[in-house]
């Protein structure tokens, strides 16, 4: 009878909240839409790597680009450290080797 009651009060308690959850949806109509937007970010990358070198068993360098800009960063075991900013150089690193 136990698992009975159990059952019982998780289904009510979902149901519950599935309520209140399609009444938010249901009242939340602005006039130029709905107020609360229910959709998933779009798929568009905001960081790419573009050139990794390794320099030893636990340290590597990464040529990351981020929103458009161009860092070098510096990763080992302990950290990761942003060694400068490449604004503008990528067509040096295509030169050298890289892919950009």
Not at 44 to 65: A, F, M, N
Not at 76 to 95: D, H, M, R, W, Y
């Amino acid at each position: 009878m136990e698992p009975y009651k159990t059952i019982a009060a998780l289904a009510i308690t979902f149901g519950l909240l599935g309520g209140f959850i399609w009444l938010i949806r249901a009242f939340s109509v602005t006039k130029g839409g709905r107020a609360i937007q229910w959709s998933r970010p779009s798929n568009e990358r905001h960081l790419q790597s573009i050139e990794k070198l390794t320099l030893g068993p636990d340290c590597t360098l990464h040529v990351v680009t981020f929103d458009g800009e161009t860092i070098l960063l510096a990763v080992s075991n302990k950290a990761v450290v942003p060694i400068q900013p490449l604004s503008g150089k990528t067509k040096a690193l295509q030169a050298a080797g890289g892919v950009a």
